[in-house]
């Protein structure tokens, strides 16, 4: 059973920088393509960025382009989001998700994590 357990996230002002971190475990890592969402207060939850299984291809969302950087370690079984210059609306939960496939989906994830509280502040 492919579990996904997100950690990282916390309060930071608007500016700063944060890293989310997902660990993967229950399936073998390289299979899956791995990808963030979020979600704020009262919008549908969105899809922000994604990686490949190799790794050597992303997908970003157009609002997150040029301050957040998603990347994987196959050997440790993790995803990483990179974010920086966050601003306040990027406050929301963030979401790691995976599909058994080699395709760069922005919806229809099959595992889901319980996801990591980001709260930007002015």
């Known amino acids: 059973q492919v579990q996904l357990m997100e950690s990282g996230g916390g309060l930071v002002q608007a500016g700063s920088s944060l890293r989310l971190s997902c660990r993967f475990s229950?399936?073998?890592?390289?299979?899956?393509?791995l990808a963030w969402f979020r979600q704020a207060p009262e919008l549908d939850r969105e899809f922000v960025a994604g990686?490949?299984?190799?790794?050597?291809?992303?997908r970003l969302a157009g609002s997150v382009k040029g301050r957040f950087t998603i990347s994987r370690d196959n050997a440790k079984g993790t995803t990483y989001l990179q974010m920086n210059n966050l601003q306040l609306e990027d406050t929301a939960v963030y979401f790691c998700?995976?599909?058994?496939?080699?395709?760069?989906?922005?919806?229809?994830?099959?595992?889901w994590g319980q996801g990591a509280q980001v709260t930007v502040s002015s």
């Open positions: 998700a995976a599909n058994r496939s080699p395709y760069i989906h922005t919806g229809d994830y099959l595992y």
């Open positions: 229950g399936d073998t890592f390289n299979a899956f393509t």
């Open positions: 990686i490949n299984r190799d790794g050597d291809a992303t």
